[in-house]
Nanobody, 120 residues
Framework: QVQLVESGGGLVQAGGSLRLSCQAS????????MAWFRQAPGKAREPVAA????????YYGDSVKGRFTISRDNAKNTVTLQLNNLKPEDTAVYYC?????????????WGQGTQVTVSS
């Protein structure tokens, strides 16, 4: 059974940094894209960043480019999101997700989410 567990959220002032981690278990993950999404109150869930299993491809949402960095460690089955220069509009629940079938881009597995709150 695939499980994703996020950690690292919290309250930070604008301009600060946080590091989110996602621990995956239940299968080998090195062939699968892993991604971070976020959802703010009253807004639709949006993709934040994604990274391919081979590390060759990284995606970032326009609003986080240059401020957030995604990385992964296939040996430890972890994916990390470094959040720098945080803004109040980054406040949201951040979710880790991974594909059900490699190469489909369909995120079938989700974590429970971790809250990030940025104060102005």
């Amino acid at each position: 059974q695939v499980q994703l567990v996020e950690s690292g959220g919290g309250l930070v002032q604008a301009g600060g940094s946080l590091r989110l981690s996602c621990q995956a278990s239940g299968r080998t993950f090195d062939r699968y894209v892993m991604a971070w999404f976020r959802q703010a109150p009253g807004k639709a869930r949006e993709p934040v960043a994604a990274i391919s299993g081979s590390f060759t491809t990284r995606y970032y949402g326009d609003s986080v480019k240059g401020r957030f960095t995604i990385s992964r460690d296939n040996a430890k089955n972890t994916v990390t999101l470094q959040l720098n220069n945080l803004k109040p509009e980054d406040t949201a629940v951040y979710y880790c997700a991974t594909e059900g079938l490699a190469g489909t881009g369909d995120y079938d597995y989700w974590g429970q989410g971790t809250q990030v709150t940025v104060s102005s």
